[in-house]
């Protein structure tokens, strides 16, 4: 099978996947993710290989990238101190647990690759989490402080993992360079995707082109990673910096028309990056089992045991323990500074930390050979430890999430995004109203108040709890919108087809009529 008919299958088998989970109601990354392994199971087909640097230069750039830049600057501004807390101190954490039970089970497993999968451990995936946390309806706090911390974390983790890897290979240590390697990767990383994000800025305001203004911000996680990787510093903050940097000023950086096309484009891009990757790893399953040497079938499966124990209690401990005793130890609250989590969404948070893509591709980074020529130590377990605590987190957890979040009453009901739209457009109504009573009568003025007036109607109907006959006014308004747009769409193509306007007329005229008909929806 050739690499095109290898990509043209992997669409194919996304989109029914991702329609059957969509059906269904399950995250998509788990049907993904399952189908991949069941597939890599069957004997006789070839087998897939997932090169890292594919997944830390194709894959991740943009995925965090759109992560961050429809991240709210709000609300992880009020959620900073707990994100660094987490991104910081539960990662160290983690690496330390970790590489103390791996040494304690495995004879053989030294201290330093027994750190290598520590620090690999380490990191919440941002692609996993974010896909997931996106796709259920949980309080806006709560997601923020989850889809804020994988965005971060990593950078971190993939810092420790650098350190744990050179110790291993080269056999010194020195602390001194762990950390000063920490702290220039970490903000130089940082200060790199600022410096991107400042300059990509600047150019988006001289472009008028939609299709132009979509290729930058395509090349623009790509700028941000190789510059930073270029100096060795961290090309993942860098990536999620300038999607922060841009997301929180897209509004005047960005046209009208621009940003339509662009959230079309960027919603079906993630989709088939983040589908394919889940597939992929899948995919991967039996070749990493197969490689798998020198080590008793229950010896290896009391180690995949082990870590996925160490790894989700830890975290779940740490919500309820680890986190207010920094608090204690760090007083004083941040200005805006939500109040502190409730027992039910301190376990949602733990419950929701899965390892994913940043994980496995630092696995499959880790050298064949230490300095001299021999093979790294533990290699094969490592790697095969890493995607079994990725399978397992993902399904186990992304299966149980939904139904942990009802039970501890931490999600979102459908009404309250219903409400806030409704006030936000009522707000919009009436702040145009105000200015149009600042500019006075006229025919044109009249006409857009009485527009204007009728949105405002409309937008306080499903706030007015005694006002069912606006409601169904809405709702009759809306079918006879619907109806007349229909109506219109059918007229201009009747003009079509007898050759009375140009194929460019026409599709300029449905864009309109699809925009009117998509606010309907």
Known sequence: MTSAE????????????AGVSSRIGVPAPIPLIVAGVLVSLIPGLPSTHLEPDVVFFVFLPPLVYGAGFNSSPRDLRSQARRIAILALGLVVATMAAVAVAVHAVVPGFSWPEAFVLGAILAPTDPVAAVSIMQRLRVAPQLSALVEGESLLNDGVGLVLYRVAVGVT??????????LGEFAKASAGGV??????????ARIRRRIADVPTEIALSLFTPYAAYIAAEALTLSGILSAVTVGLYLGARKEGYFSAAARLE??????????????????????????VARNIEDLAPERVALT?????????LLRVGWMFTGSPLLRILIPGRVRGEPAPMGAGARLVAGWSGMRGAVS????????????????FPQRNLIIFVVFCVIVVGIVVQGL?????????????EHGDDVAEAARARAAAAQAALSCLEEIGEGDAAAQLRTLYESRL???????????????????RFMELRERLLRVEREAVIELRERGEISEAALRAVERDLDLQEARLA
């Open 191 to 200: 200060a790199m995707g600022l410096a991107v994000g400042w300059l990509i």
């Open 262 to 287: 662009a959230q079309a484009f960027w919603r079906a891009l993630i989709f088939l990056l983040e589908s394919a990757l889940f597939l992929l790893m899948g995919l991967q399953f039996a070749d």
């Open 304 to 312: 995949v045991v082990v870590v996925i124990a160490v790894v989700t």
């Open 169 to 178: 290979v080269s056999g010194a240590f020195s602390l001194a360079d762990a």
């Open 360 to 375: 496995l591709a630092a696995a499959l980074a880790v050298p064949a050979a230490v300095e001299g020529g021999a093979p």
């Open 400 to 412: 149980s999430l939904p139904a942990l979040i009802r039970r501890v009453g931490v999600g979102r």
């Open 6 to 17: 290898l990509l043209v299958g992997l669409l194919g088998v996304v989109t029914i996947l």
């Open 457 to 475: 109607r409309h937008a306080r109907a499903p706030l007015d709890e005694g006002g069912d006959a606006d409601r169904e006014g809405v709702e």
